[in-house]
Each structure stands twice: as C-alpha cells, then as structure tokens.
C-alpha cells in the first residue's frame, strides 16, 4: 500500500464548495406588520399572504437535508420576517429534479401589494409541480 503524506491527504479529503440557488417566497418585517394587520381587518381570507419571491445563493457544502428549514429560519431571525415557501433551484447551475423543499401549510393565495395569484400558478409558473386540495390550498410541492 502506497504511503500518503499529509498534503495529498488533506487536498483529497477537503470538501467541495458548491453554489446553491434557493427559491425564497415571503416577507420581511414591514411585509409580516401589513400581513398581519391584512388579517386583523378580515382583508385576507385565512389563506391568503403578503409576500415576494426572491432568490438567494448558498456557497459552500451544506447539509442539503436540512438547508431549506435553516434558511428559513435565518431569515425568519434576521429580517424579524416569514417564510412561506423555500426549495433548492440549482446546485453548480443544474436544475434540481427532486429538491428539499419547506412549505407552510394552509397558503392558498398570494398578494404582492396589489395585485393577487393562486400561490399553485406561482409555483407553477417557477416551474415547480405543486399538489393542491378542493379549496386550492398547495398541500405539496414537487
């Protein structure tokens, strides 16, 4: 068995660093204040939210299993915001077929401000398969 030194060693153990984009729909803390008061007046039905669509870049190694909830949560904390939708786009530029996906439940519709869409057609129209019940409400994404 041939002898290793140290260097080659570590070269061919170290990880690889990807570039990950992530599907992000929610608010920041301005958006969760008008959201809220959106349903505090009975404006928006129970199923339906304030938010945008945005796209982030994740560059390193992590744990794709767990990278939709923790981005969910680092944002939820450092915008003081909400996350309504969260799925794994691309790794290294190829599109994901099966992705990590984190979904809150119970969304039907989405309004941006001023203008409102089936959050099915929104995930539709990112080109996601997502599965929707009798009222419309997005049960899972594929």
Not at 30 to 52: I, S
Not at 65 to 87: H, P, R, T, W
Request: glycine share 6%.
């Amino acid at each position: 068995m041939k002898k290793r030194n140290k260097r080659e060693l570590k070269i061919k153990t170290s990880p690889i660093s990807h570039s990950i984009i992530l599907d992000v729909i929610g608010g920041d803390k301005m958006d969760k204040m008008r959201n809220n008061f959106m349903h505090a007046v009975d404006v928006f039905e129970e199923g339906k939210h304030l938010a945008r669509l945005f796209q982030m870049e994740v560059t390193g190694n992590p744990n794709l299993d767990k990278l939709c909830e923790n981005i969910k949560n680092v944002y939820e904390k450092a915008s003081e915001g909400y996350v309504l939708f969260v799925a794994i786009r691309s790794i290294d530029n190829i599109r994901c077929k099966e992705s990590q996906i984190f979904l809150k439940e119970g969304i039907q519709s989405i309004s941006n401000g001023y203008k409102w869409s089936l959050f099915r057609n929104i995930l539709l129209d990112m080109g996601y398969n997502p599965k929707t019940n009798e009222h419309m409400i997005v049960e899972s994404v594929s």
